[in-house]
T-cell receptor, first 113, second 115 residues
Framework: NAGVTQTPKFQVLKTGQSMTLQCAQD?????MSWYRQDPGMGLRLIHY???????DQGEVPNGYNVSRSTTEDFPLRLLSAAPSQTSVYFC????????????FGNGTRLTVT | AQSVTQPDIHITVSEGASLELRCNYS??????LFWYVQSPGQGLQLLLK??????LVQGIKGFEAEFKRSQSSFNLRKPSVHWSDAAEYFC?????????????FGGGTRVLVKP
């Protein structure tokens, strides 16, 4: 079982560059989300999606775009990277049942110089 | 707005000793509470969750947590830690109607295990 797969695992960007963090899940989960993890701040929700074609903003959406064209994929786009976006990014998915836990990917460590 | 506080940033415990990690939450309605563990370089893994019913919840890896509404707490415990329990632990609270959809996480507690 692959679960939630994130690519790449590491990325270094220069300020102003754009890139897409990939997230794919093979569990047919309707709900998918992106979090960023910063020291001492836990995980903060960036964007989430409750199904294909439906996305919404989380706690810290500025500077990030998402789309959900398929159930399996939920890419996160940085349009113009800034040093403040240096972080570890986690994608997570779950079934829509209320008791279903989040399944996390292994993360992408992004450094913006 | 919901919030979660984990007062201890680091805890060092000897192998075989007991462990308790504190979690306090703020939420206006019935909270849905979770504990996750993160090993180095890994994503988060669910240890246990509380939605309703018995306030003492058993999880994986020998962990348990107790929900105390009067204290707005959901502390995690393990009677005897193993070296493999060294990790970072996150408490999280979810909104009642979409528990798990919008989780708010605490800042985490890093557990170090001494031999």
């Amino acid at each position: 079982n692959a679960g939630v797969t994130q690519t790449p695992k590491f990325q270094v960007l220069k300020t102003g560059q754009s890139m897409t963090l990939q997230c794919a899940q093979d569990m047919n989960h309707e709900y998918m989300s992106w979090y960023r993890q910063d020291p001492g701040m836990g995980l903060r929700l960036i964007h989430y999606s409750v199904g294909a074609g439906i996305t919404d903003q989380g706690e810290v959406p500025n500077g990030y775009n998402v789309s959900r064209s398929t159930t399996e994929d939920f890419p996160l786009r940085l349009l113009s990277a800034a040093p403040s976006q240096t972080s570890v990014y986690f994608c997570a998915s779950r079934q829509t049942g209320r008791n279903s836990p989040l399944h996390f990917g292994n993360g992408t460590r992004l450094t913006v110089t | 707005a919901q919030s979660v506080t984990q007062p201890d940033i680091h805890i060092t415990v000897s192998e075989g000793a007991s462990l308790e990690l504190r979690c306090n939450y703020s939420y206006g309605a019935t909270p849905y509470l979770f504990w996750y563990v993160q090993s180095p370089g890994q994503g988060l893994q669910l240890l246990l969750k509380y939605f309703s019913g018995d306030t003492l919840v058993q999880g994986i890896k020998g962990f348990e947590a107790e929900f105390k509404r009067s204290q707005s707490s959901f502390n995690l415990r393990k009677p005897s830690v193993h070296w493999s329990d060294a990790a970072e632990y996150f408490c999280a609270v979810g909104a009642s109607k979409a528990a798990g959809n919008k989780l708010t996480f605490g800042g985490g507690t890093r557990v170090l295990v001494k031999p």
